[in-house]
């Protein structure tokens, strides 16, 4: 798999995880320290993909966090 494949995973998968954590917000009754808790991990995804799609358009393939 090439790097650009990996990104691409990448980027599916964090896509995936956001959408399905926005549905849980949006479907369910939680509690306020659950709903944070999502919120939080909703940010760091979107950080996270932020990452991957400018490495993906600048063809930068280290492997940094």
């Given at each position: 798999?090439?790097?650009a494949?990996q990104l691409?995973?990448?980027?599916?998968?964090?896509?995936?995880?956001i959408?399905?954590?926005?549905?849980?917000?949006a479907?369910?009754?939680?509690?306020?320290g659950?709903?944070?808790?999502?919120?939080?991990?909703?940010?760091?995804?979107?950080?996270?993909?932020?990452?991957?799609?400018?490495?993906?358009?600048?063809?930068?393939?280290?492997?940094?966090?």
């Amino acid at each position: 798999m090439t790097k650009a494949e990996q990104l691409l995973r990448d980027i599916e998968a964090l896509r995936e995880s956001i959408e399905i954590e926005w549905d849980d917000l949006a479907s369910n009754p939680i509690r306020e320290g659950e709903r944070e808790t999502i919120r939080l991990h909703i940010e760091r995804c979107q950080a996270e993909l932020q990452t991957l799609l400018r490495r993906l358009r600048t063809g930068a393939d280290d492997n940094s966090n």
